[in-house]
């Protein structure tokens, strides 16, 4: 009886509790303003419905409306105009400009700012500190990936100097865009308190000149190198081979055949061309603001395919504000640099330190043929074949003696 009594006692304490939390809150004592609990719910980051003030806007076509209120000294105080301005809904007619300046403040914007203060940084930061460690792991483990066989002293040609150009090209300006897109999101926490504000003011602009301006370099050898070396990355058959032994990374001696690239490289590529594509286009419309908004358009399409409700984003809002957009280009632009970087990171790692012979590829362009041999042997057949056919033409073209 006592534990029935109880459970009673506990279960209705819950009902009014519940019941407490679904009633509008009482704001007679601030005249229907927002009251002291709701900047406290705010403050504890919880969730309140703000309605009653989005709502409280006031008849525009009343005799009290704000025009009738202009007077010598200028308009009354109108918190009903305010808060139609503070929610979006005032009526604004601008003399230039196009949508986005008919609005003065948006509520995105805060959402927006601590989504790049907080996980966007936050997990970027730890993307790049953990592919270096595992980097770094990987070379102890494994050491640097030698070139097996005995050398022959003989080279022979990678790379084209077209092919190195358009590789530099791509690389150089990536490098560039990577360390001042850095400095953009992680200085004002990791630069400001080392070398102060009036030291990093003119670095923040150096950096936002060079950003602007060298994307230019990284998508004209986006295209050079994808015009240059897409027929040498479609997968094939051979690749299965590759990814069976893991590349051979993992252990000395295991070489798996391949043409010019290999499976890892080619992920590498399509990375490189899938991602920079993207991340181009979003820098392109962060660099034209309001001219190129691309992501309700995207959104439709990817509710259409049922992709966002899938991975239980549920539906992914279509009717986006201009500056919403900006927000998500720049949020997009951040999160494929990330991951491009982490990738770039490895691939910087392999064609240099972690793989002897692999950087004269892109350095002089001719490699040890050994290098060639173990690590490409189905292309070193190739060209070898086409030279030989090369040198027979040759002869047949001689005249006969
Ligand atoms: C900055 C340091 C870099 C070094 C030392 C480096 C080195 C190399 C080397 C040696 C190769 C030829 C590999 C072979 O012979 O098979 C190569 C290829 C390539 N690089 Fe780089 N690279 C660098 C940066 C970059 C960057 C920043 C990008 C793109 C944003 C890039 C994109 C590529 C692509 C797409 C290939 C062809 C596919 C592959 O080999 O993985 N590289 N790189």
Redesign the pocket.
């Known amino acids: 009886m006592k534990r029935v009594a109880l459970a009673l006692v506990v279960l209705l304490a819950f009902l009014t509790q519940s019941l407490a939390q679904d009633q509008t809150p009482d704001r007679s004592a601030t005249g229907g303003a927002q009251t002291l609990e709701d900047i406290m719910k705010r403050q504890r980051g919880e969730a309140v419905d703000y309605d009653f003030r989005r709502n409280a806007t006031g008849d525009p076509d009343s005799a009290a409306a704000i025009s009738s209120q202009l007077g010598t000294l200028g308009g009354v105080s109108d918190p009903e105009l305010w808060r139609a301005l503070r929610y979006g809904s005032a009526d604004i007619t601008v003399s230039s400009g196009g949508e986005e300046a008919t609005v003065l403040m948006q509520d995105g914007g805060m959402r927006w700012l601590a989504w790049r203060k907080g996980p966007l940084a936050t997990y970027g930061a730890w993307l790049l500190g953990a592919t270096i460690l595992l980097l770094a792991l990987f070379y102890l483990l494994r050491g640097r990936i030698r070139i097996d066989g005995e050398k022959t002293g003989r080279t022979i040609t990678?790379?084209k100097a077209i092919e190195r150009f358009g590789?530099w090209l791509?690389?150089?300006s990536?490098?560039l865009l990577a360390l001042t897109g850095l400095l953009t999101l992680f200085g004002r926490l990791a630069i400001i308190p080392l070398i102060g504000k009036d030291a990093f003011a003119p670095l923040a602009l150096a950096s936002k000149w060079i950003h602007n301006n060298v994307a230019w370099a990284f998508m004209l050898g986006l295209v050079m190198?994808f015009v240059m070396?897409v027929a040498h990355?479609i997968p094939n058959k051979t690749d299965l081979k590759w990814i069976a032994v893991g590349g051979g990374l993992l252990k000395k001696g295991v070489h798996p055949p391949a043409k010019k690239?290999n499976f890892?490289?080619?992920m590498?590529?399509w990375g490189?061309i899938v991602l920079?594509v993207s991340v181009s286009a979003s820098g392109l419309s962060l660099l034209f603001p309001f001219e190129m908004p691309m992501f309700a358009a995207t959104f439709e399409k990817l509710n259409a395919l049922g992709i966002p409700q899938l991975i239980g984003l549920g539906t992914l809002p279509t009717a986006l504000a201009p500056h919403e957009e900006m927000q998500y280009a720049q949020l997009w632009h951040a999160i494929v640099a990330f991951v491009?970087m982490a990738m770039?990171l490895a691939?910087?790692y392999i064609?240099?330190i972690g793989m002897e012979g692999?950087?004269?590829?892109?350095?002089s362009g001719e490699?040890e043929l050994q290098w060639a041999r173990e690590?490409?042997g189905l292309w070193v057949k190739e060209v070898e074949e086409a030279e030989r056919q090369a040198g027979t033409d040759a002869k047949n073209a001689l005249p006969a003696e």
């Not at 692999?358 to 350095?363: E, I, L, N, V």
């Open positions: 990678r790379f590789h791509l690389a150089g990536f490098v190198v070396w990355n690239f890892g490289q080619k590498i590529f490189v920079g491009m770039i691939h910087i064609g240099s692999a950087y004269d590829a892109m350095g490699v690590h490409h």
